[in-house]
């Protein structure tokens, strides 16, 4: 399968992946392919995260070889009932937010995973490529990474999961490996669906071309189906909405 979010190296060392606060949590890395996991649970689940990777990979490699033309779509696709599961939510993902369903790949990785997990430990994180879901009892921070920009390591999301996982996923026209259209150096957006969050990320980012373009396209956002947060940086501007809440690094 190639990845239209995921088309780095599958051992390309990601430098932000030291970015997300956490407790006394195990941690550990599952590669497959091109996804590319990094995990912190309540004890080490290494088995159990790569054999539900390959049990989500697998229906979704097998629709891919039927249908080429999934792949590269950068429109809505319509939905098809017979196709595996979380085609079905990547394609439902990206016609919300007015993408194409490989928008949404990373993130719905990151939740279906992170979802059948939870089965295991209480508490889990998965950052895919910068997209991340969560389910913890207890806060985390994570920050945003946007390289030279002026908030570039000064500036978190809180994360706060207690009673249902959350999404934080994150585009860039300027940083990483997303397929962006845009010129904006963080998109990011939060929502109870990591297909969702992904999708959106990516529509939002599309939209902003110069430092004019933050609100409009968080307007544009906020009309997205089930975004509950949105958070957009381009050079030494930011413009934000909704459940986000900022947090000063030191």
Request: net charge negative; glycine share 10%.
């Amino acid at each position: 399968m190639k990845d239209a979010e995921t088309n780095m190296k599958p051992y390309e060392h990601r430098a932000y992946r030291s970015i997300v606060s956490h407790r006394k949590l195990a941690c550990f890395r599952v590669v497959v392919k091109e996804t590319d996991l990094l995990v912190r649970a309540d004890r080490c689940v290494e088995t159990e995260t790569r054999d539900l990777v390959l049990r989500h990979r697998i229906p979704l490699e097998r629709h891919i070889e039927q249908h080429p033309e999934f792949v590269h779509r950068m429109t809505p696709l319509p939905q098809d009932h017979l196709a595996p599961p979380i085609v079905r939510t990547m394609i439902e993902a990206g016609q919300k937010a007015g993408v194409g369903p490989m928008a949404a790949v990373a993130g719905a990785i990151a939740e279906y995973v992170g979802q059948d997990l939870l089965a295991h430990t209480e508490d889990v994180i998965i950052e895919n490529g910068g997209d991340i879901f969560v389910r913890t009892g207890f806060p985390l921070v994570a920050s945003i990474f946007v390289g030279k920009s002026f908030v570039g390591g000064k500036l978190g999301l809180r994360i706060d999961s207690p009673g249902h996982p959350v999404a934080v996923c994150t585009s860039s026209g300027t940083l990483g490996h997303s397929l962006s259209l845009g010129r904006a150096d963080a998109a990011v957006v939060i929502s109870d669906s990591g297909a969702l969050a992904d999708a959106a990320a990516t529509a939002i980012g599309n939209e902003v071309l110069d430092k004019n373009d933050i609100d409009r396209a968080i307007m544009f956002g906020k009309k997205i189906e089930g975004v509950r947060g949105i958070v957009v940086i381009l050079g030494n501007k930011i413009g934000f909405w909704g459940d986000v809440e900022f947090v000063t690094l030191t």
